[in-house]
């Protein structure tokens, strides 16, 4: 299993090539721009589980009910890094 992070915009070629490199049991955080994601439909582009940072999804103005994905704080996010084996960032 691994951590895939996530901290550019849509509009990142890259981004949409680590999110779907991800595989189901893999783990896909949204950070700092990534968050943007949210907007799209990513059960088109993997199966891993995907959870967007909680401060970062603030910041930029998102309210809780607007989540397409479960949102984690920093403890949940470093109990992630923890957890995996590997790490794509």
């Not at 992070?5 to 049991?25: M, Q, T």
């Amino acid at each position: 299993m691994a951590l895939v992070l996530v901290k550019y915009g849509i509009n990142h070629p890259v981004e949409k090539l680590k999110i779907e490199s991800a595989k189901e049991g893999d783990s896909i955080v949204l950070i700092q721009d990534g968050v943007y994601w949210n907007l799209q439909d990513l059960s088109s582009l993997t199966k891993a589980n995907v959870y967007i940072l909680k401060e970062d999804f603030f910041a930029r103005g998102y309210k809780e009910d607007e989540a397409k994905y479960s949102l984690i704080d920093y403890d949940s996010f470093v109990e992630l890094i923890e957890k995996e084996e590997k790490f794509i960032g």
